[in-house]
């Protein structure tokens, strides 16, 4: 049983810039959150996506968006790259009809110049 | 507000000490409360979670963690570390709704376990 697998796992990119993370869910989920990490910190919720909308946001700016697909997995997009967008970004799958237990992937590390 | 503290940032100890890493939450409802682990440069790994029933609740790799209401505390604890143990600790809090808790789950900012020889 595969678990939650994300993309790239590692990718550098320069102010400005879009970049796009993608995740597939653990088999059986069905509901999809995406969290930042920065260096040091805990992870911050970004938001949660289930039936292909966004369910939940957390304290980021529009430039964060998100897609949730008919088959669960997820992408998260972010525009217009600042230097402090420079994180691991982590997906995180769970049933909403579940003991809310999250299983995280191992994350994307992204690096803005 | 909804937050967790975690007021250790780093704790070293002997490995076959015992461990307790400290965690408090503020929350506004019932909350769903979770541990989990993190190793360098991986994702996170649930250790344990409470939500209801006995306020000792025990998890994965020896660990257990006690839920205090009154002291708005979930400490987690461990009898006997052993180095594999090194890692980052994150507790986290959660809505329980009675049937389903996928939801904004918020986390503190983490305890680095580091462990002596």
């Known amino acids: 049983d595969a678990g939650v697998t994300q993309s790239p796992t590692h990718l550098i990119k320069t102010r400005g810039q879009q970049v796009t993370l993608r995740c597939s869910p653990k088999s059986g989920h069905d509901t999809v959150s995406w969290y930042q990490q920065a260096l040091g910190q805990g992870p911050q919720f970004i938001f949660q996506?289930?039936?292909?909308?966004?369910?939940q946001r957390g304290n980021f700016p529009d430039r964060f968006s998100g897609h949730q697909f008919p088959n669960y997995s997820s992408e998260l997009n972010v525009n217009a790259l600042l230097l402090g967008d420079s994180a691991l970004y982590l997906c995180?799958?769970?049933?909403?009809?579940?003991?809310?237990?999250?299983?995280f992937g191992e994350g994307s590390r992204l690096t803005v110049l | 507000a909804q937050s967790v503290t975690q007021p250790d940032i780093h704790i070293t100890v002997s490995e076959g000490a015992s461990l307790e890493l400290r965690c408090n939450y503020s929350y506004g409802a019932t909350p769903y409360l979770f541990w989990y682990v993190q190793s360098p440069g991986q994702g996170l790994q649930l250790l344990l979670k409470y939500f209801s029933g006995d306020t000792l609740v025990q998890g994965i790799k020896g660990f257990e963690a006690e839920f205090k209401r009154s002291q708005s505390s979930f400490n987690l604890r461990k009898p006997s570390v052993h180095w594999s143990d090194a890692a980052e600790y994150f507790c986290?809090?959660?809505?329980?709704?009675?049937?389903?808790?996928?939801?904004?789950?918020?986390f503190g900012s983490g305890t680095r376990l580091s462990i002596r020889p």
């Open positions: 986290a809090v959660g809505p329980w709704t009675g049937y389903s808790s996928a939801s904004k789950i918020i």
């Open positions: 995180a799958s769970s049933l909403l009809q579940g003991t809310g237990e999250l299983f």
């Open positions: 996506y289930y039936e292909e909308e966004e369910r």
